[in-house]
């Protein structure tokens, strides 16, 4: 009918999805691993609008294209890294990653732009869990607790896996004799040697690597998913990629950044409202005034 | 191990379309508050035993919620980055609770019934529970089950047997094990004193001699990290791993006497206390941090509260 309303009001909705993504990133911001996230919006496609009926001769054909509304269209991740927070347990582990690409420099916001012109994204780094379907994901939260059978937890209980595909599994040891280096490989410290898991090789923390990082599914419960699992590789020994024992990576959301974000989600919100209200009062002035006798 | 099943389109291994809520916001942030007065729970239970004896201290973490991912149906417009989901978070919860078990100071009291471990040991404690089969004598069985503590303020009670002999127990009543499991006992009038090893002598009055009334038993448990807290300074493993034929391969019993005395690694501090491992400067840090992300959940619910109110003003 008039298309103004319809437009403040995908505004309206536009803008809450905006407010729940600042809350949820306010709501995460101790949450160990946690990316913040950012809403991008988009316009609906344009209509074009065509005049078919006028009192000026002459006035009649296309006026122009008109965009008919907003939505938000995508949550996208921040990858930047964490700071990372000393714990002094022997199971919390965090990753500091900076990969590097030959000849492409990254900005803050991990992206860089090549010689052709496109856009590329910094890969990220990750620890790879399975969870109780033996599906994988991805998580930066290194926050691992050790059950009974030796097998290293994730919070919400997905196995930490290993180089070999398998869960890591260090059954018999106390988790405060184990070093963990920064390639990932577990070593036991009253002897020195490296722990050896089930298969009889050494076990080494499975590092992911992520080239598409965008590609990335955030599901909840710290993990990522992948939809093509193929895309991830395992670290490769000389990537600027470290595992550190005794520390987890705190979130990186700015709480700052976050509040401001919901306060404009806010008012923008408000302002739409108020766009609804003038054509709320300008259709009662049509039904109710025009043509009154 | 399979690799993931893989998706054929966004939704296969996935939860998807959660349930399209006005007040998202207000949830969010209503769990988190939750998720953090918890966190404040625990802050303010580990300052509050400060001063306790043997007191080991909680911690938690947190970790985001299952989001609910909604496919977005539709032509992908381009210069979209991302699949075409939108995953819709719902605020953090607390996980991970886990006690700290490493060692807290070491304050001398010149008690003699006053003990500290030095190393990683624990004192075995029995607690007593009655068990259905009845004594030949005709009352109910008491069996002791174990539980483990660092903290070695024991004390001398009767024991209300008709030998007239007094148990050594901690504060609260549990009598403390032997290394045969049963309860440590002297005879009513006795000087007591325990050495290095975990050996408790019993002097009589007119003896020179003291005699040798029990021997502490002294664990080490190899997996200190599924430690549960049973209160009164107890610590067990939790019901399903104390089951003695799975407990066995938990527990290492420490032979003090077969060490000697002068070993460097593990001993019995007679007139010496465990304090509590609490940090204050780290507890009060944490208690700012968790206030300041309380008061912004808050502040995120007020905003929630406020949209939700220029929704309602729309008309009218």
């Given at each position: 009918m008039m298309r103004g309303l319809y437009m403040a009001a995908a505004g309206m909705i536009a803008q809450q999805r905006k407010h729940d993504a600042a809350v949820n990133n306010i709501a995460n911001a101790n949450t160990p691993g946690y990316k913040a996230v950012t809403t991008t919006m988009r316009t609906f496609p344009e209509a074009l609008l065509h005049a078919i009926r006028t009192g000026d001769a002459g006035r009649r054909g296309p006026i122009g294209r008109l965009a008919t509304g907003v939505f938000a269209e995508e949550y996208v991740p921040l990858f930047v890294q964490g700071d990372l927070a000393s714990t002094g347990r022997a199971t919390d582990l965090a990753i500091l990653a900076d990969i590097r690409v030959d000849g492409l420099e990254f900005d803050a916001a991990g992206r860089a732009v090549n010689a052709n012109g496109e856009t590329v994204y910094q890969p990220q780094a990750f620890f790879t869990v399975a969870n109780e379907n033996g599906d994988v994901r991805f998580t930066r939260n290194g926050q691992f607790t050790v059950n009974a059978a030796g097998e290293w937890l994730t919070p919400s209980g997905m196995r930490l896996l290993g180089t070999n595909g398998q869960p890591v599994v260090t059954a018999g040891i106390d988790a405060a004799d184990i070093q963990v280096t920064a390639a990932g490989l577990l070593i036991n410290r009253r002897t020195g040697e490296p722990v050896i898991g089930g298969d009889g090789e050494p076990v080494q923390i499975l590092v992911s690597v992520v080239e598409q990082p965008y590609n990335l599914i955030r599901e909840g419960n710290g993990v990522f998913v992948l939809e093509n699992p193929a895309e991830a590789r395992a670290l490769q020994p000389g990537e600027n990629v470290r595992v550190m024992q005794g520390y987890t990576e705190r979130s990186n959301v700015d709480p700052l950044q976050a509040t401001v974000d919901m306060m404009t989600a806010l008012r923008m919100y408000e302002a739409n409202q108020q766009v609804i209200q003038t054509f709320d009062r300008t259709l009662d002035k049509t039904v109710n005034d025009i043509g009154r006798l | 191990m399979t690799a993931g099943s893989g998706m054929a389109g966004p939704g296969r291994n996935l939860i998807v379309n959660g349930v399209e809520s006005m007040n998202h916001s207000m949830i969010t942030a209503g769990v988190t508050m939750n998720g953090l007065q918890r966190r404040l729970d625990l802050i303010a239970h580990n300052i509050a035993n400060l001063n306790t004896t043997g007191y080991k201290k909680q911690d938690a973490t947190f970790d985001d919620l299952l989001t609910s991912i909604k496919a977005q149906r539709g032509k992908t417009l381009p210069g979209r980055l991302t699949p075409p989901v939108l995953p819709i978070g719902s605020g953090a919860r607390l996980a991970g609770l886990k006690i700290d078990m490493t060692a807290g100071p070491l304050t001398e009291t010149?008690?003699?019934?006053?003990l500290a471990l030095q190393g990683d040991a624990l004192f075995e404690i029995g607690v007593p529970v009655v068990t259905e089969t009845a004594d030949p004598d005709g009352g109910p069985q008491i069996v002791y089950e174990p539980a483990w503590t660092r903290s070695g303020a024991f004390r001398l009670s009767p024991s209300g047997d008709e030998d007239g002999t007094f148990m050594l127990t901690t504060p609260d009543g549990y009598p403390v094990l032997d290394v045969f499991g049963n309860p440590v006992r002297v005879p009513a009038v006795s000087d007591v004193t325990v050495d290095r090893q975990g050996n408790v002598w019993a002097r009589q009055p007119g003896q020179d001699e003291p005699a040798l009334a029990a021997t502490l038993k002294v664990v080490r448990v190899t997996r200190p990290d599924l430690l549960e807290a049973r209160g009164d300074g107890l610590y067990a493993y939790p019901p399903a791993l104390m089951d003695p034929a799975v407990r066995e391969a938990l527990v290492e019993e420490l032979d003090l006497n077969e060490r000697g005395p002068d070993d460097a690694e593990i001993a019995v501090l007679p007139g010496w206390l465990e304090g509590s491992n609490v940090d204050l400067a780290a507890e009060l840090t944490e208690l700012i941090n968790v206030q300041r992300a309380y008061q912004l959940s808050a502040r995120a619910l007020q905003s929630a509260h406020e949209m939700m109110g220029i929704a309602n003003r729309l008309r009218g």
């Open positions: - | 010149g008690n003699p019934l006053d």
